[in-house]
Every structure is written in structure tokens, then in C-alpha cells.
């Protein structure tokens, strides 16, 4: 199997956290705003596709987490790996 690419992967979900993370942010203080101007009360979970935003943005959270710690671990195995290779050429 290949070498997955954990860098690329975590930064992609990086920036699908921050675009999600804005989206509903601006999509509770739109609510909101027309929410006092009726005067009804609202929350981040007011609507189902709100709660898709909140969900998807904690699931790609944990994934770009994931695939950071994924990519941190494969660096130091690596990093190990020519350690000991640098350790068998010298004996």
C-alpha cells in the first residue's frame, strides 16, 4: 500500500474546518439578527441543516486531528528509521 499522504490530507481538512467554522458562525448571527427583529429566540441548533454544519464541522475537526497526528507519527518513524540506517552504515 501506498504511503498516504497525511500532510495534504490534514490540511485539507483544515480548511474545510475553517470554511464550515464561518459558516456557522455566519449563519447563527443571520438567524439571530432576524430573530430579535421578530423577537423569537434562536440557538445554533434552531434548524436540521444548521445542526449538519455543526456536525460536519466537528467531524472534519477530528479528521484533520487525526490525520495531523497521523502525519507527526510518520515523520518520526521516519526520522528513527534513518537514524538507525545513519547507525548501521557507521558500525
Request: proline share 1%; glycine share 6%; with cysteine.
Amino acid at each position: 500500500m501506498k504511503k498516504m499522504p497525511w500532510g495534504i490530507a490534514a490540511g485539507i481538512l483544515a480548511m474545510i474546518v475553517f470554511w464550515l467554522t464561518l459558516a456557522v458562525v455566519a449563519a447563527f448571527m443571520i438567524l439571530n439578527q432576524i430573530a430579535m427583529q421578530t423577537h423569537v429566540t434562536t440557538t445554533i441548533f434552531g434548524t436540521w441543516w444548521q445542526t449538519l454544519l455543526f456536525v460536519a464541522d466537528i467531524v472534519a475537526a477530528a479528521g484533520a486531528l487525526f490525520c495531523l497526528a497521523m502525519y507527526i507519527r510518520g515523520k518520526i518513524v521516519a526520522g528513527r528509521a534513518a537514524e538507525t540506517e545513519v547507525a548501521k552504515d557507521e558500525a
